[in-house]
């Protein structure tokens, strides 16, 4: 089946830098999605991409849907504390495919 | 509030039982996908219905099944029950094949 590979697995940064991950996949998408997910908690989407080439922001977050539509990063600028927890990034065909995601980047901000 | 309601929050349960887990889509959403994620683990994708109809299969255990019902809420059930099916358990709803909104997941232990 498909499979997505999201890196970093780890990150460990300071408040107030600048944050970096992407996703890759050997198959195309034709929509890229990013949760973040508290411990705990359900994935909450944070960012819809649908058109390759695609740049969408919201807030500190903007991440892009690549032109081969085989990859996709998440950027996070000036981190906060509230920004700890695990990213995925999920990727979508359509028609009578699932939703697939990656394992996702485990976010510690250091005060 | 995603508007995803999953019933119940947390169950514990004997090894051999069954269970049912429910998930309230938010209005309008046809699609829904059921995942289970084990602890510090990534996503794993059960089953997704849409409309009623199931559209894709994951690597879904034989003991495990799910359902839609008209009302667009779903069921996923879980029997014969074994230690290692302790986990949280996600549905995600969304309008059709495209962005996927989660609920706070079920986190099921079994004893």
């Known amino acids: 089946g498909q499979q997505l590979n999201q890196s970093p697995q780890s990150m460990f940064i300071q408040e107030g830098e600048d944050v970096s991950m992407n996703c890759t996949s050997s198959?195309?998408?034709?929509?890229w999605l990013w949760y973040k997910q508290d411990p705990g908690e359900g994935p909450v989407l944070l960012i819809a991409?649908?058109?390759?080439?695609e740049l969408t922001s919201n807030g500190r977050l903007t991440a892009q849907f690549g032109i081969t539509r085989k990859d996709s990063f998440l950027n996070i600028s000036a981190s906060i504390p509230s920004d700890v927890g695990i990213y995925f990034c999920?990727?979508?065909?359509?028609?009578?495919?699932?939703?697939?995601f990656g394992k996702g980047t485990r976010l510690s901000v250091i005060a | 509030d995603s508007g995803v309601t999953q019933t119940p929050k947390h169950l514990i349960t004997a090894t051999g039982q069954r269970v049912t887990l429910r998930c309230s889509p938010r209005?309008?959403?046809?699609?829904v996908y059921w995942y289970q994620q084990s602890l510090d683990q990534g996503l794993q994708f059960l089953i997704q219905?849409?409309?009623?109809?199931?559209?894709a299969k994951g690597n879904i255990l034989e003991r495990f099944s799910a359902q839609q019902f008209p009302d667009l809420h779903s069921e996923l059930n879980l029997s014969s029950l074994e230690l290692g099916d302790s986990a949280l358990y996600f549905c995600?709803?969304?309008?059709?094949?495209?962005?996927?909104?989660f609920g706070q997941g079920t986190r099921l232990t079994v004893v």
């Open positions: 999920a990727g979508l065909w359509g028609g009578n495919t699932p939703l697939v």
């Open positions: 198959s195309i998408f034709n929509t």
């Open positions: 991409l649908y058109k390759a080439g």
């Open positions: 209005s309008g959403d046809l699609s």
């Open positions: 219905y849409y409309n009623g109809e199931e559209r």
């Open positions: 995600a709803t969304g309008p059709a094949n495209t962005e996927a909104f």
